[in-house]
């Protein structure tokens, strides 16, 4: 299998029956109707479109909400051909301006309701913080044609295409089939090498970062997902994330979206056997509720370093727990079960990198990854062949082991400090929550003072850490100050450690004199 939609569609033919999708409010849509919906969002997209395919894609912006309408318009628009282009609200305009121009889509598939927040309601909406490109004419004198969901609503281009109509039985284009049947229909197979989804990262206005992915590159990372872990038919995947709600479709499982309340309650409610957290949500979950439904196999934990507190906490609540290493570019990398983890001193373990991932490691210890899974370019760039991680790691009997971000290293006494590699050791000590280590340049001489900050947890004493820290500190990595806070910044989607928030509280709280360094005062 190397297209992600005929990978799907060929999942539908063998399990037309088979529920596929139960979104937010409870419905329900079998893999059939899906197959159905794909394909007529392919055949009007096509239609309206002429030739859309080829290596390029067609940028389609792409502001639906998740659910069973997003899941079969995003399928049916890489189908036609198309690059989904994700309309993010809250950039700022000049960002997204940059982005239009980049990707400069030739179609907008949106939710009614966002078309009218973008138009007629454009001024009470960005009060209250809600920013959109218009979806009507994103980039200006640039022709771009329009699908929607939901009811027609002011602000809905006159000329759109509804999906609701399209699914009625003869409400397609002219000359496009009536699939109201429950025989899945067959696609085509466009090249695998063709533009599926520009994901945008970071960069600056004028040259905004967007990683590209492809039919193939999507599909080889949607495999690993799916090798790594058992899943299959009669398995109940509860996400909202694609890249484990995707290869729950390609298994023949039940894609499960969130509710928007508990989590406890949506996973025993829809009786899931697989769920992904962020492990700060994670934590919050499990004070309140400890234990997780007994039907819950498989926790998967991404986006950021969890603390051992809380793989101890998810390993207590029942399920299996899986923490995946992955970046935009290379969806996933290696995965490592939160009792390796745990039980691995010395660094952050990854995992050994998942079959097919090439690693490099360079001169330097910075992590270069390639294979079949990874993005085929930068927009607007070569070809990658591999992609710098960012992430400082040594190889250990054939597994990764984290040793810190590459711009997080500090430099103290001309002593590369590397502070993924003591965190986790720090963060399992009685009375730690959690546990990072920052660096403050000297503004005289550049040489950095060495910061240790905890959140404290029941028992805490500041001089028994301080006690503990040479036994799993090394010497010359030994923190200047250590500092008591309530919680660490945290920021973006995945809350993730904000480092340099981090370094600009601790500086509130005073530099020691130099004389005191690492001397136990």
Known sequence: ????????????????????????????????????????????????????????????LFAVRPGVEAVALALGAVAAGGTLVLADPGLAPEVLAARMTATRPGWVVAESLLYALSGPLRGP?????????????????????????GPWLPGVPRRALGLSRLLRPGGGLRGTPDMSGATPPEISEISSDQA????????????????VHTR??????????????????GDIVHTDQLMLGLPALLAGATWSLPTGGDLAGDLAARRATHTFAVPVHLDRLLRRTPRLPATLRYLLLGAAPAPPAVLRRALDAGPQVLSVYAMTEALPIAIASAREKLA???????????????????????LFVSGPHLARCYLGEEPLTEVATGDLVRMEAGRLILLGRKKDMILRDGVNIYPGLYEPAVAALPGVAEAAIVGLADPGNGDEEVVLAVVPADGYDERLLRRSLPRIVDTAALPDRVVALDALPRSGRADKLDRAALRALVARHGHRAPAERRSGA
């Open 1 to 60: 299998m190397n297209d992600v939609v005929t990978g799907i569609m060929s999942v539908a033919a063998r399990e037309p029956g088979r529920v596929a999708v139960v979104d937010g409010r409870g419905r329900k849509i079998t893999y059939a109707e899906l197959a159905r919906r794909v394909d007529t969002v392919r055949a009007a997209m096509a239609g309206r479109s002429g030739t859309v395919s080829g290596e390029r894609g067609e940028g389609v």
């Open 125 to 149: 909406a960005r009060r209250r913080g809600l920013l959109l490109p218009n979806l009507r004419d994103p980039l200006p004198g640039h022709p771009v044609r329009h699908l929607y969901t």
């Open 196 to 211: 599926a989804a520009v994901i945008f990262t970071s960069g600056t206005t004028a040259r905004p970062r967007g990683v």
């Open 216 to 233: 193939g590159s999507l599909a080889a990372g949607l495999e690993l997902f799916r090798n790594a872990f058992p899943l299959g038919p």
């Open 344 to 366: 691995h001193t010395g660094g952050d373990l990854l995992g050994a990198p998942l079959p097919g991932v090439g690693v490099r490691v360079a001169a330097d210890g910075e």
